[in-house]
């Protein structure tokens, strides 16, 4: 019995897919079928029914699976030990980041400072919505990934918050509103406004803010960069609902006004898979972040 059966047959189980494991793990699918295969031959027993059209653990599998994740992680301990008393960490991290994070956060600074301090870790780093990262985290295509995380968490996940700002609202200085400083969220009952796509976390928080306010929001236009929501309301297109710093980034284009009653902040997270083991390297650049986020 080999480590990498093992860890072909984790894959395949968590991907319901041969096809789908074997992109995940970087190896040619005959290789990962043959060897989940020769796993079952050493056993004696089928670990997967391939009867369907996607994969499933069978009885002996599922009983089988949580020594195989017990032994995969067993060994990335032994790595990580040997690896932190010689100074050297090698390997590969795979991060996701927002298609726009916020002004408040700069991931590609705290990167860098991870380079510096582990050059023979190879890092990977892609943009894509909240839903599409929490999706890749759960399948184990990433190792780490920068959400917003919305109004709960996402289930499965652990999160560390790496920032904090408060929401607020921006129009044009030819805007009815332009001359006000603050304005509740329920004074925007009637108003177009210009807000993320749902599958941007801070969205549901927008949208439960304005149920407790008694009404639906009017979403006009949606966007999932901050930036583009400044240009539509700065167009007149709408009161856009954005972090504070972009719309203040702005003031010969944007008045920026205070949102009151509540008080709206939206938030990015640093997210990892709570259920499954890190590699050294994945949690080398986590504790990275987190000793950066405490200082």
């Known amino acids: 019995m080999e480590l990498r059966q093992l860890e072909y047959f984790v894959a395949v189980a968590e991907e319901a897919s041969f096809t789908r494991a074997a992109a995940r793990l970087h190896v040619a699918q005959p290789g990962v079928s043959a060897q989940v ?12 029914d391939r009867s369907g059209r996607s994969v499933r653990l069978t009885e002996v599998g599922a009983a089988a699976m949580p020594y195989a994740r017990a ?35 700069d991931l590609a600074r705290l990167l860098a400072g991870f380079h510096d301090r582990h050059p023979a870790v190879e890092m990977t780093l892609s943009e894509a919505s909240s839903d599409q990262l929490v999706e890749a985290l759960g399948a184990g295509r990433m190792d780490a990934a920068v959400i917003a995380p919305g109004v709960t968490a996402p289930t499965g996940l652990e999160t560390l918050t790496v920032a904090d700002e408060p929401l607020a609202a921006a129009v044009g ?17 009637d108003r177009p406004l210009v807000s993320f796509p749902h599958s941007v976390g801070t969205r549901a928080l927008i ?9 639906r929001p009017r979403i006009a236009f949606e966007a999932s960069d901050p930036n583009v929501l400044a240009e539509l309301a700065a167009s007149g297109l709408g009161v856009a609902i954005l972090p504070a710093p972009y719309a203040q980034a702005r003031p010969a284009d944007l008045r920026t006004i205070t949102i009151t009653r509540p008080d709206l902040r939206g938030q990015l997270a640093l997210a990892w898979r709570a259920d ?18 405490a200082s």
């Open 37 to 48: 295969r020769q796993l079952e031959r050493e056993l004696a027993q089928p670990l997967l």
């Open 71 to 105: 032994a995969l992680a067993a060994v990335a301990d032994l790595r990580h030990a040997v690896e932190e008393h010689t100074g050297l960490l090698r390997g590969r991290v795979s991060v996701g980041m927002l298609a726009s994070s916020s002004s408040g956060y």
């Open 173 to 189: 200085h030819r805007d009815a509103l332009a001359d006000r400083d603050t304005i509740t969220l329920a004074e925007l009952r």
């Open 207 to 215: 949208d439960d803010a304005c149920a407790s306010a008694g009404f």
């Open 276 to 293: 499954a083991p890190l590699s050294p390297a994945a949690r080398a650049l986590i504790d990275h972040i987190r000793r950066a986020r």
